[in-house]
């Protein structure tokens, strides 16, 4: 059996499944990760929000922004649905300002895990939402398996393609 992640370049995971040998992140905690084209940037919302987590991400998000970004592209990941957190959310609203503000000419993407798959672009940053792994039930067990997807980045050197896979094919 072959595990996809091991054969794409990079792999995100909440959890790192068994099997797993290909370069990967783990989406936790905060901190980056610098890649060639692309730079990734764990942010922590898993108590509700940036602050309400972790205080310090803050200045070291600021100070990422501050040092500048050589990276045409810039993966944000939040372990909770992005959306949920930014209903209602001042600090939600100032991130996507400062996202806007210190980072103009980049390829935006949030990434973060809620109930469905999701992808929407407002203005100019792609809000991507990929669904966490349903509970198991025998009675719509195929269903279950047939919608299972992971979300596919194919980067270039000038583009970003996404689209969502079936992990059963």
Excluded at 18 to 33: A, C, H, L, S
Excluded at 40 to 66: A, C, M, P
Excluded at 106 to 111: E, G, P
Excluded at 123 to 140: A, K, L, W
Aim: negative net charge; charged residues 30%.
């Amino acid at each position: 059996r072959t595990l996809r992640a091991n054969e794409c370049d990079l792999s995100a995971f909440t959890a790192m499944p068994d099997g797993v040998t290909g370069k990967t992140i783990r989406v936790t905690n905060y901190g980056r990760e610098d890649q060639e084209h692309s730079l990734f940037l764990k942010l922590d919302n898993s108590r509700g929000g940036i602050s309400d987590t972790k205080k310090e991400q803050w200045e070291w998000l600021l100070n990422v922004f501050k040092k500048g970004v050589p990276q045409k592209n810039v993966f944000i990941t939040f372990p909770l649905d992005f959306e949920k957190y930014e209903a209602g959310s001042i600090e939600a609203e100032i991130l996507k300002k400062k996202i806007k503000e210190k980072l103009p000419d980049k390829n935006i993407f949030i990434i973060s895990y809620g109930a469905e798959l999701k992808y929407d672009v407002r203005d100019g940053i792609r809000f991507i939402t990929v669904s966490q792994f349903p509970e198991f039930s025998y009675e719509n067990a195929r269903e279950i398996v047939n919608n299972l997807k992971y979300g596919l980045f194919t980067i270039t050197d000038d583009d970003v393609y996404f689209e969502f896979k079936n992990i059963i094919q």
